[in-house]
């Protein structure tokens, strides 16, 4: 398995543009985590999701940011608008049960 | 919810002596207690873990030791080697679906 695949890799976007942030998680792994991490607050839990259910969102910071697990292998996180606060490192993560979580590569999002 | 502390921020080794990270957490439901690391501009990646049905859990070099009567966990890293340098995250599991809190990290240094 390639493990975890997010896409973009990089990401650079005008303040008040829509983004979003893909994620392929490893086959077979029924939980899947968005997290984003600045240096300033580290890593935080936005959103994650079991058996394509969200559970608990209550780390999206605002209204500006959604995110969907339409099946078992996508799921995507978008911030409409985009503001420069908004700029990190977001990681999508999945796990089977209480297993390891594996962590994607990240998307770099910089908002100009 | 949870709230994991993680001290100390920073830690500078000379290469070959050992380095302790502690953490708190404030959940005592918390039952699991992953540690990650990330190297520079990669994805932080699972080095051990424990539940809370062990004190203690060894693999090479690398242990981690949990007291849930006082709600903290370390990790030892003995004989460090310079590629043992990176950030070190220590998480609690506060509910199901392996919902994890990060703490704020340990950037470690090994000296050569």
């Known amino acids: 398995d390639a493990g975890v695949i997010q896409s973009p890799r990089h990401e650079v976007t005008e303040m008040g543009q829509e983004v979003t942030l893909r994620c392929k998680p490893i086959?077979?792994?029924?939980?899947l985590f968005w997290y984003r991490q600045t240096m300033m607050r580290g890593l935080e839990l936005l959103i994650y999701?079991?058996?394509?259910?969200?559970?608990?969102d209550s780390g999206m910071p605002e209204d500006r940011f959604s995110a969907k697990m339409p099946n078992a292998s996508f799921s995507t996180l978008k911030i409409q608008p985009s503001e420069p606060r908004d700029s990190a490192v977001y990681f999508c993560a999945s796990s089977l049960g209480a297993g390891e979580a594996f962590f994607g590569q990240g998307t770099r999002l910089t908002v100009v | 919810g949870e709230n994991v502390e993680q001290h100390p921020s920073t830690l500078s080794v000379q290469e070959g002596d050992s380095a302790v990270i502690k953490c708190t957490y404030s959940?005592?439901?918390?039952?699991?207690f992953p540690w990650y690391k990330q190297e520079l501009g990669k994805r932080p990646q699972l080095i051990i873990d424990?539940?809370?049905?062990?004190g203690e859990k060894k693999d090479q070099r690398i242990a981690v030791t949990l007291n849930k009567t006082a709600k903290h966990f370390s990790l030892h890293i003995t004989e460090t080697q310079p590629e043992d340098s990176a950030v070190y995250f220590c998480a609690a599991d506060s509910g199901g679906y392996q919902k994890v809190t990060f703490g704020t990290g340990t950037k470690l240094q090994v000296i050569p």
């Open positions: 959940d005592s439901a918390s039952n699991y």
């Open positions: 086959s077979g792994h029924n939980s």
């Open positions: 999701f079991n058996n394509n259910v969200p559970i608990d």
């Open positions: 424990i539940r809370s049905n062990v």
